[in-house]
């Protein structure tokens, strides 16, 4: 009745042999490391960089315990490794003056990597992500300026609405911006009312008013409320994708950049200990505008006189010639497709950066350059919340197809730079850091050692119950249990989850719940053997009866975990996937594995008098 099948047997060894190995990963820790990457387009860490390093820590009497090569998609990385955090900190002193001692063209900051052997890590056998509050790391939080994202949207539309009312032939005297609107003035009631019919039907973001605008005639543009939300959740969403392109161009390993509330995205760059560097990461974004240079002789009187005329802005041209420019944005970086570093294709010794646009962009340009010709159009780069004209020339043609060049008094440093930080995206809206916090190896070491320290706590104490309250049966319990956490274990490091405080909170709980099915089982084969039952049937009808109870409320438990995990985000989603995965380990392992353990056990005694259930 209790015989072991073959399969069974196999497929306990095979889940005891996977749990140890996927597991043993997670015990050989984490050493300190000093990484380098560039940020350059044009220059790529190569294998050739490992002997200079060597060199250099070799002559400043440094001893490391090995330096890897990495490539990967985002970016190649060589890796040295110490044994202790002031080795470190020497080790990248020393690196930064050998790799950067002309120009700055390493990245060269302090990481935390992973000590497994390379036997394991060829089996893809890799330790699971640690949390930023175990591994230590940097955390900000920065806040978007919403007013920002949707006065640059107002600033496109207004320039929308002039192109609007020039193809429909309807006249007007001028458009202007309020702080929070769009104001169109004109001579007659007629022009107005055809303006209205046109912008409410090719604008509809905007609500439009009739209003007296002085002694003329206007319309007042402004926001509808569902519209304004919407540009402020496209802003964020675009400002987290553009900060996860800009920190993955540099290689960090594991960010985590998400929302938090309406207005806020949190940064969290496990490993990276270096928080300038972490800042400049962040912090190097840049945002490609397009508008059209104003050359007139009012233009010119006006830099003259030292001011600024209404629907202007005034910046300085790459060599010190000040510039007037339109309000007016033709084209942003959203626009784009890509951007690569190269050379100017009428000067083959002048750096440039070649941009491609979408279709929108094409089209925009193509029609921007032919009703312009003769004019000036400048390419402005705005970058940490400063603006600079890069290039304003002469429209000489129109420029169909969508590939537009950058050039003129840039470097190959500058025009790779440039087109790296183009590539990452632009910033749909201004944002600032208002928390900054640096999390030290050792206080994520303290984390971890008293977070295991509770877990293992627990289990001796469920341990030691189990086996004095039920015998044999509490000591194959905890061999189930023992199971359980293996393959918790061994699942969190495939799936390359994230542990965090949260998620060891969640182990302790998967081992009460995981025990709380063993209790069950032997409570039943104790119902069974006290109604009369002789000891093998007494344990075939006990995990029968049980397992549906098991079932149901593990089920529900996991309706809970899922709900957790699907609407949670943050700790509370770290905790439910360690929750859900423990729930699925503790359902195999206090039912089948116990059993077959049992029946190993019992399963081939024809005589049984009595059962070691305490």
Known sequence: MNRVAWWRLALMALALGFGLLYTLPNFFGEQPAVQVSTAKATLKVEAAVIPLVERSLSEAGLVHQGISFDAAPTG?????????????????EVIEATLNKDR?????????????????????????????????????????????ALSKRLDAL?????????????????????RDSIEVRFAAEDQRAAAR??????????????????????LIGRFKPATATRIQEFALKQNITTLSNRINELGVAEPIVQQQGADRIVVQLPGVQD???????????????????????????????????????????????????RKDVILTGSNLTDA????????????AVHLTLDAKGARIFREITRENIGKRMAILLIEKGQGEVITAPVIRSEIPGGRVQISGRMTTVEAADTALLLRAGSLAAPMEIIEERLIGPSLGADNIAQGFSATTWGFVAIAVFMAVYYSLFGVISVLALCLNLLLLFSLLSILQATLTL?????????????????????E?????????????????????????????????TLIAGVALLAFGSGPVRGFAVVHVLGILTSMFSAVFFSRGLVNLWYGSRKRLGRLAIG
């Open 340 to 351: 690569q570093a190269g050379f100017d294709s009428q000067n083959p010794l002048e750096p």
């Open 524 to 556: 039943r084969v104790r119902e069974e053997i006290r109604a009369g039952a002789v000891p093998q049937v007494a344990i075939a009808t006990g995990y029968d009866k049980a397992w549906a109870t098991i079932l149901d409320s593990n089920i529900t």
């Open 197 to 218: 019919l046109a912008l409410t039907e090719q604008l509809p973001e905007l609500e439009w008013q009739e209003v007296s605008l002085g002694d003329t005639l206007g």
């Open 76 to 92: 190649n990385t060589v890796r040295a490794r110490f044994s202790d955090t002031d080795d470190q900190l020497r080790a990248r």
């Open 158 to 178: 207004q320039g929308d609405a002039r192109t609007l009312l020039r193809e429909k032939r309807v006249r007007h005297s001028g458009i202007s911006r309020g």
């Open 104 to 148: 700055s063209d390493y990245v060269v900051a302090l990481n935390l990597v992973s000590a497994t052997p390379s036997w394991l890590t060829q089996i893809n056998a890799l330790p699971m992500y640690l949390g930023l509050d175990l591994r230590g790391g940097v955390h900000f939080m920065l806040q978007v300026d919403m007013a920002a």
């Open 502 to 522: 949260p998620g060891i909170a969640a182990v302790a709980l998967t081992l009460g719940m995981a025990i709380d099915a063993n209790v069950l089982i032997n």
């Open 275 to 325: 928080t300038a560097k972490a800042k400049d990461i962040l912090g190097r974004t840049a945002t490609l505008e397009i508008r059209m240079v104003e050359d007139g002789i009012e233009a010119a009187q006006a830099l003259t006189e030292g001011r600024v005329p209404a629907g202007f802005d005034l910046y300085t041209e790459r060599g010190g010639a000040p510039l007037l420019l």
